[in-house]
């Protein structure tokens, strides 16, 4: 007997001993099992209701203890920050990173500061820590305070009036349109028509800013990192260029510029900006409500002609354009920001004469997107002004014209005004049918230069149906199917005549 006693302490203090030394080398071996019960306890089949996944077995477990009090929780701005895309369509994606302090159960959160164009059907709720966190319902509220909302909210409640002449009366709000009706508790109704204060027990849940109001299950208290994105009307940007030619006319400083036009009701402080250049095709949908204020996937390379300015790269068949450092957009505010600068890009200035597009000779500056002329960035549309130094240094306006999207490695031509010395007249000196479907012509076009040097211009003729110019004066290419081209030299202070007779035919 005493043996056996002996061998049972043996065996106890073994176990003992083999259950400390396993705590020591593995800590988290004590945890392991009931982690492990708790989440499989938790990983239940999980259902999908209106696109919300839940489980009933949490929502039971970890239920407020009193589900009737909703819980109102505050949402405080991170310091991540906020992302800004605008789209040149009236249209911004505004993300967001705040801190949400939530208990278990359902929460009411507030979110306020959002844009008054926000469509409410775009916006995206994520819970970083936490999938099973979900937004259960959500309302935008843009009712906000005022004294004519106050009134409406208040009919049929009880409301302190006070008189011009400062009596006092408190009773039921009946009417407010013709004066304030009062019931007083007397059963007595008055009318007071000079108002000089009222008194309201609440702010009715009113609101001083549009908010997002959610109903909110969590399935633990703490403290969340949530991601809120959602689309807004009244952002929209455009492009602006300054081109600088030299005194030959052969070289231009090109300065780009992007301006920012935030007219969605919210400032968006130290923003990360994006600019989309494309056209973004969208579902016509309804106009947000909005409320009146007071102003106050492939990479491409890069494009560093200016420092702390913006990096352009391929998204989609879009192109984006990414700040490299943080901007704030304040409401009602136009903001300017540089995009490209570059120097001594070779332009080519030329004079055309085609009187289907003006009868003056236009002036034409053309620029060629390309990296090895100092440019290569994708530009975005936009209005490009041309400027030039007069004699004594300083700049002057020359013309302004709009470019198109232009990719790198493309042109861009602009019509900076029409030529003041280089004039230009076409006449027609012969018609004759030659069939009911077959005709011929004869024109004569004059260019005059009253310069003191040579001027290079180009004529263009457009014609249709089918074509020959049987009689020409001066060489011509045909550049396309419907299109003639003559480039000529008029000596200075002379003239020159280009002369040609086509056969048309349908």
């Given amino acids: 007997m005493k043996k056996l006693k002996s061998y049972l302490w043996f065996i106890l203090a073994l176990g003992l001993i083999f259950t400390v030394s396993a705590t020591l080398v593995y800590p988290d071996f004590a945890l392991h099992h009931d982690f492990t019960e ?13 696109g919300i996944k839940s489980s009933s077995s949490v929502v039971t477990e ?7 009090a909703i819980l109102k929780a505050g949402a405080a701005t991170t310091d991540s920050g906020t992302e800004v895309t605008v789209y040149d ?3 911004a994606l505004i993300k967001e990173k705040r801190e949400l302090e939530l208990d278990s159960g359902v929460n009411r959160v507030e979110y306020g500061d959002v844009a008054a164009l926000i469509d409410p059907t775009s916006v995206v709720f994520e819970d970083t820590r936490d999938n099973d966190t979900a937004v259960l319902e959500q309302n935008y509220e843009y009712d906000l305070v005022s004294s004519e909302k106050l009134l409406q909210k208040f009919l049929d409640r009880e409301i302190t009036v006070t008189e011009k002449e400062g009596e006092t009366y408190t009773g039921t709000l009946l009417s407010y349109d013709d004066g304030v009706v009062l019931r007083l508790s007397d059963g007595k109704v008055i009318t007071i028509s000079e108002v000089s204060k009222v008194e309201f027990p609440d702010s009715a849940d009113l609101l001083t800013k549009p908010t997002l109001v959610w109903q909110v299950y969590s399935p633990s208290a703490g403290t969340r990192d949530v991601l809120t994105s959602y689309l807004t009307g009244g952002m929209s940007w455009k492009a602006d260029y300054i081109v600088k030619a030299s005194a030959d006319d052969t070289k231009a400083d090109v300065q780009g510029w992007v301006s920012i036009n935030n007219a969605a009701g919210t ?46 790269e391929a998204l989609f068949e879009y192109h984006l354009y990414t700040l490299e450092r943080p901007a704030t957009l304040k409401n009602n505010q136009v903001k300017q920001l540089s995009l490209l600068s570059a120097d001594a890009v070779p332009v080519e200035k030329e004079l055309l004469f085609d009187v289907t597009k003006s009868n003056d000779v236009r002036v034409v500056l053309t620029l060629n997107n390309s990296k090895e002329k100092g440019l290569g960035m994708p530009l975005p549309a936009g209005t490009l002004r041309v400027y030039k130094a007069d004699s004594q240094g300083q700049l002057q306006f020359l013309g302004e014209d709009r470019i198109e999207h232009t990719p790198k ?40 230069n009253h310069k003191s040097q040579p001027q290079k211009v180009k004529i263009l003729e457009h014609f249709y149906g089918e074509w020959k110019i049987t009689n020409t004066s001066d060489p011509y290419e045909k550049k396309d199917a419907f299109t003639a081209e003559w480039e000529i030299t008029v000596p200075a202070d002379s003239s020159k005549k280009v002369t040609y007779t086509v056969e048309q035919s349908y």
Avoid: C, M
Wanted: charged content about 30%; overall charge negative.
């Fill in 89 to 91: 369509n009236n249209l």
């Fill in 38 to 50: 708790n989440r499989n306890q938790a990983d239940r089949s999980h259902t999908v209701v209106n």
């Fill in 409 to 448: 490695d493309e042109e861009a031509e602009v019509v900076v005004g029409n030529a003041f010395d280089v004039t230009g007249k076409r006449t027609q000196t012969n018609y004759n049918r030659v069939t009911l479907y077959a005709w011929k012509e004869s024109y004569e076009t004059e260019i005059k």
């Fill in 267 to 312: 400032t968006y402080e130290d923003a990360r900006l994006k600019l989309v250049a494309g056209e973004v095709h969208r579902v016509v949908a309804p106009t947000s409500p909005r409320y009146e204020e007071e102003v106050e996937e492939d990479v491409a390379e890069g494009y560093s002609g200016a420092k702390d300015n913006f990096v352009e």
């Fill in 62 to 68: 970890v239920e407020s203890p009193n589900p009737l």
